[in-house]
């Protein structure tokens, strides 16, 4: 294969490190690019394993970004949230391919965790735990030793592996979740929408300043309840609400299109199958994509 047909074929697997890394789509573009452009500045025959050294140059982009963006992410305007992933409209179409693998490692808390660690630990562990790179491996890419790694890596999975989700609703029952939290909403009822969320369930909204957003999480079952039905009434206010129940970031949810803007809900559920945490996105810089 030539160059760019190389490149192509290991895109995907570039985007979804990326993306894990950095929590945006958009940043993981601009580095998955940044890679291209270096990638196509060489004579790929004198590459001996073209995967590894693209994983290599897109991990150390991602470090670079990692650390810039944490300035930037510590100013922002209330929750920060990733950029969220839509992956399907229709709940029962199956999961994509390769092109973001594992569902569970893309859930908004798992991506929270994540952007809880130091940008060194954040790419071992990602490398290793999530895209089986041998620590050998890691410490040629990162210029540590290979004991560094292992250590960084420790750290981050004490950190990380409390986030994965516990229990994975089927797609069935994801639809079912999603359509029941729309029907609620819709008709304004309060104890049906209750109902399907956990006593100390939790709902963190971003507007990145932009939209309107709750400023800090809203804990609790009922102040969640009467802070959805207020934001669906405002926005009634403006003119017609459409929704979609989705996948986002292999969570049930929902796409919500508004006169003033799209919000993107994924729901964590519970070993009961009740939602416990509510992700929303309404920051109309991180839904161009889903708007589009």
Known sequence: MNGEAIFEAERPRLQG???????????????????????????PATVADPRAWLVRVTSRLCIDRLRSLKARREDYVGPWLPEPLVEAADLAAPPPGEAMERAEDLTVAFLLALERLSPLERAVFVLHDLFATDY?????????????CRQ????ARAHVEAAR?????????AKRLADAFLDAVRSDDAA?????????????????????????PILGRDRIVRFLLGLTGKLRRHGPVEAVPARVNGLPGLVVRAVNGLTTF?????????IAAVYAVRNPDKLKRVAA
């Open 266 to 274: 994924a729901f964590e559920t519970d070993d009961n199958g009740r």
């Open 17 to 43: 490190l990326a993306y894990r890394m950095l929590g945006t789509l958009a940043d993981a573009e601009d580095a998955v690019q940044e890679a291209w452009l270096r990638w196509s500045r060489i004579d």
């Open 136 to 148: 050998a491996e890691i410490a040629r890419m990162l210029g540590r030793n290979e004991a560094a």
């Open 165 to 173: 989700p516990r229990y994975r609703l089927d797609e069935a029952e």
């Open 192 to 216: 049906r929408l209750g109902a399907l969320l956990a006593e100390e369930a939790v709902l963190v909204s971003d507007g990145g300043g932009k939209a309107i957003a709750a400023l800090r």
């Open 152 to 155: 960084l890596a420790a750290r």
